[in-house]
């Protein structure tokens, strides 16, 4: 009995093992169902606040590009809101996961938002010159005076915000993102 247990444990180890090396995106873990998040009934009546579960406080900045940007702009697009700096290491670090997966579901009404905190930056061309070298494609709306970092009250770079479509919090997260996590927290946003 013993024996057997061995062999079928190893056996499961070699079939996941498979699953996720050879198979990757056709094999059974990736076709896992993701839950999503519970549809809120009257979305216009909850509160704005930085609470999961509560309304996204309103942002008005100007983008690197010099284009005005209002976060209720974007209400019926899920959204992944990012603070970030260029001199942030993890910032760097989940910047190429945030293109791809942006790239991956902005027809699917998907925004990645990142606020550039530019008054932690050294100098004014630092986040420009960041975005150039990775080729983000995505909206960089820049907080020169830093009233977005207080009004969120970012304490750590990067901090995310996950937003659904009728603009309510779902998720928050402290800290670099990876590309899996990302995308099934995508996935997650009614």
């Known amino acids: ?24 995106d ?74 791809k997966v942006y790239k991956e579901y902005k027809d699917d009404g998907f925004e990645v938002i990142a606020v550039n905190m530019t008054k932690t930056e050294r100098n004014e061309t630092n986040a420009a010159d960041f975005v150039k070298t990775n080729e983000l494609s995505f909206i960089i709306p820049m907080d020169p005076e830093g009233v977005v970092l207080d009004n969120y009250e970012v304490i750590a770079y990067p901090t995310s915000y996950f937003i659904d479509s009728d603009g309510i919090i779902r998720n928050k997260v402290l800290g670099a993102l990876n590309e899996d996590f990302l995308e099934k927290e995508i996935l997650r946003l009614p």
């Open 26 to 99: 056709k094999g059974l873990l990736s076709q896992v169902q993701i839950d999503q998040y519970e549809e809120i009934e009257n979305p216009e009546n909850v509160a704005v606040g930085l609470e999961i579960g509560q309304k996204a406080p309103e942002i008005q900045l100007e983008t690197l590009d010099g284009e005005s940007f209002q976060l209720s702009d974007y209400e019926g697009k899920k959204i992944l809101l990012n603070f970030w700096a260029s001199w942030c290491g993890p910032c760097e670090e989940e910047m190429p996961y945030m293109e």
């Open 1 to 24: 009995m013993r024996k057997f247990l061995i062999i079928a444990a190893s056996l499961l180890i070699i079939l996941l093992i498979v699953d996720r090396t050879i198979l990757k």
